[in-house]
C-alpha cells in the first residue's frame, strides 16, 4: 500500500473559482500569507522576520485575527473549491490521484478538508475511523451512507484539522441540579465537528460540544517557529502515533508539495526517524523545487534514499504519478 506525506502545494493546483457571493476562492499558499493575514504585500522587507515569526508574535500578544483570517479562507476554499474538485465531471489531477491510488493512507501538515472531500464523495473515507482515532459523529437521516462505514484511506492531519474537537475531561455530577465537577478520561476523546462546512459532508451534523466551544482556528497548531508545545496535543499525538506506525512499516514515502522547513524540524522529525527504521528507507520528494530540498533532507539523513521529482502536482499527475 502507497503512503503519502502532503504539504501546501499539494493543494496549489486546486486553483481559483468565485463563490456565490463573489469572492476570490483559493487555497492560500505561503506568499499569500503575509497579505491575507498580516495585510503585507509581496516584497516587503520583514527586517528579519519571517512569517512564521509574525504568527509567534501575534500568539505572544493574544492577537487570533491572523490564524481566524487564515481559517476562513481555507474552510471556505474546502466549502466551495475542494467540493467543486470533487464533483466535477471533467476529471482533474485531483480526482486522477485517488483514482491512482485507492486505498492509500495519507499523512498531511494541512490543515484544510480537501483529500477527505475527495474521499468522501467516492465513499472511500469516513470520520468515524478516517481521522485515524476513533470519531463520535451524528447523522442527520439514515440511508444514505451504508450503514457499516470503514474507511479505506486515512487521513492523518499532523498538525491538526479544523473539523475534529478533542476532549480530556467530561462532567461528574449534575451542575444543573447540584454540584458537578470536570474529571479527566482515561483516555481523549475526539467528535467530528465541521462547523460552518457541515453541509459538505452531508448527512453529517455537528457533534455539539457538552464542555466550552472550541473554535476551528484553536484546533490546529499554528504556523510558529517552535511548534513542541503545540504537538502535544492530545489529537496530534494519537495521531503521530498511527503515523509513525505507518512509516516505519512501508517501502516507501512519498512527499507531495512538502518543503520540509527549518522551522518544522520537530514536525517532520519523527516522520523521517521513522522511515529510517524501515525496510526500504525510500523518501520521494515531489515539488518544484525538489533538488533543494532533497539534498538538505539527505545531509540530515544519511540512511535514507532521497529521490526527486521536480514538478508540480498537475505535472506529476500529467505523466499518470511515476515514482
Given at each position: ?56 508574535d501575534a500568539q505572544a500578544n493574544h ?121 479527566p478520561l482515561s483516555a481523549p476523546r ?105 539534498d538538505r533532507v539527505a545531509t540530515e ?23
Amino acid at each position: 500500500m502507497n503512503l503519502f506525506l502532503m504539504g501546501a502545494g499539494f493543494n496549489a493546483d486546486a486553483g481559483r473559482i468565485r463563490t456565490p457571493y463573489g469572492a476570490d476562492c483559493h487555497y492560500p499558499l505561503v506568499s499569500d500569507v503575509g497579505r491575507l493575514c498580516f495585510g503585507i504585500e509581496p516584497g516587503t522587507v520583514l527586517c528579519g522576520k519571517s512569517i512564521e515569526d509574525l504568527f509567534a508574535d501575534a500568539q505572544a500578544n493574544h492577537n487570533d485575527a491572523p490564524m481566524k483570517s487564515l481559517t476562513d479562507k481555507l474552510m471556505e476554499a474546502d466549502y466551495y473549491l475542494a467540493t467543486a474538485l470533487a464533483t466535477a465531471k471533467d476529471s482533474n489531477c485531483y480526482q486522477q490521484f485517488f483514482e491512482a491510488f485507492p486505498g492509500s493512507n495519507l499523512l498531511t501538515f494541512n490543515y484544510d478538508s480537501l483529500p477527505e472531500i475527495c474521499l468522501f464523495q467516492r465513499r472511500a473515507w469516513f470520520p468515524e475511523d478516517g481521522y485515524g482515532v476513533p470519531v463520535k459523529t451524528e447523522i442527520e437521516a439514515e440511508g444514505i451512507l451504508p450503514s457499516v462505514r470503514i474507511s479505506r484511506s486515512l487521513i492523518l492531519h499532523l498538525h491538526g484539522s479544523f473539523c475534529l474537537r478533542s476532549s480530556e475531561f467530561e462532567i461528574q455530577g449534575n451542575p444543573r441540579r447540584d454540584m458537578g465537577w470536570l474529571t479527566p478520561l482515561s483516555a481523549p476523546r475526539f467528535a467530528f465537528d465541521p462547523d460552518c462546512i457541515s453541509h459538505v459532508f452531508t448527512p453529517y451534523r455537528r457533534v455539539l460540544p457538552v464542555l466550552g466551544y472550541t473554535a476551528a482556528d484553536a484546533r490546529v497548531i499554528a504556523p510558529v517557529p517552535n511548534k513542541g508545545s503545540q504537538l502535544g496535543q492530545a489529537f496530534v499525538r494519537a495521531v503521530y502515533q498511527r503515523a509513525t506506525a505507518l512509516v516505519a512499516g512501508a517501502d516507501v514515502l512519498v512527499s507531495i508539495g512538502y518543503s520540509f522547513n527549518v522551522h518544522d524540524r520537530l514536525s517532520y522529525g519523527p516522520i523521517l526517524h521513522a522511515l529510517n527504521s524501515s525496510t526500504g528507507k525510500r523518501l520521494i520528494i515531489v515539488s518544484p523545487g525538489a533538488q533543494n530540498v532533497a539534498d538538505r533532507v539527505a545531509t540530515e539523513f544519511e540512511n535514507i534514499s532521497v529521490t526527486a521529482v521536480n514538478k508540480s502536482f498537475k505535472q506529476w499527475a500529467d505523466q499518470q504519478f511515476p515514482f
